[in-house]
């Protein structure tokens, strides 16, 4: 089985963004990766998400985004919770609003967030989001591609942004930080690069 990667570089993010949002899918391909990075899910649990997980009914009766994504996770059995960024809640809320216009008329947020093309009933597969990804990463040079690739750059970048490697652990719902350091990819250069910036 091939190792998979974070993606390391905030350009190549941007590229991924940028071809993801091009193909006849774009805004939902785009918006499933955004909240795969911005967040701890795996994409078992993204693709299953309702539209009941991310908007609500504000007190003066408009149809917003929720503040925060919380779900029980599918593979732990878990309770996690994450902030949604406002940049993440206009995406979803522009999105809902151009492919789900009446379900938001009518306040019926039971339908999928990523319904199946082929099904609108049912929602996006694993097997499916994983396609849309691999494919996009590939398109745009990246290597090791995989299920967890969103997911480890959601707790690299954390991690480069100086949260501390505890923090991160529960967002993940690891069971230890070694597991949690292992998993996002931190390599003998991070720690290097680290020491480096110490200069006492």
């Known amino acids: 089985m091939e190792f998979v990667e974070p993606i390391r570089s905030k350009k190549k993010i941007e590229a991924m963004k940028i071809m993801l949002a091009s193909g006849r899918e774009g ?4 918006l499933l990766f955004t909240l795969g990075i911005n967040t701890a899910y795996r994409i078992s649990d993204l693709g299953k ?4 997980n991310v908007l609500e009914v504000s007190g003066n009766g408009h149809v917003v985004a929720k503040d925060r994504l919380a779900l029980r996770e599918q593979k732990t059995g878990k309770h996690n919770s994450v ?3 406002d940049k993440l809640r ?3 809320i522009d999105y809902c609003r151009e492919h789900f216009p009446e379900a938001l008329d009518q306040r019926d947020f039971d339908g999928y967030l990523f319904p199946s093309a082929r099904d609108r009933s049912k929602p996006l597969s694993r097997q499916s989001i994983w396609r849309i990804i691999s494919t996009a990463g590939n398109q745009v040079g990246l290597d090791h591609i995989g299920t967890h690739t969103m997911r480890k750059t959601f707790g690299y970048w954390l991690y480069k942004s100086n949260v501390s490697v505890e923090i991160i ?7 230890n930080a070694q597991t949690t350091l292992r998993y996002i990819g931190i390599t003998q250069d991070d720690k290097d ?3 480096q910036s110490l200069n006492l």
């Open 83 to 85: 902030i949604l960024g």
């Open 27 to 30: 805004d939902r391909n785009l």
């Open 169 to 175: 652990q529960q967002l993940l719902n690891h069971s």
């Open 193 to 195: 690069n680290a020491v």
């Open 90 to 92: 206009k995406m979803i």
């Open 49 to 52: 998400l309702k539209l009941e």
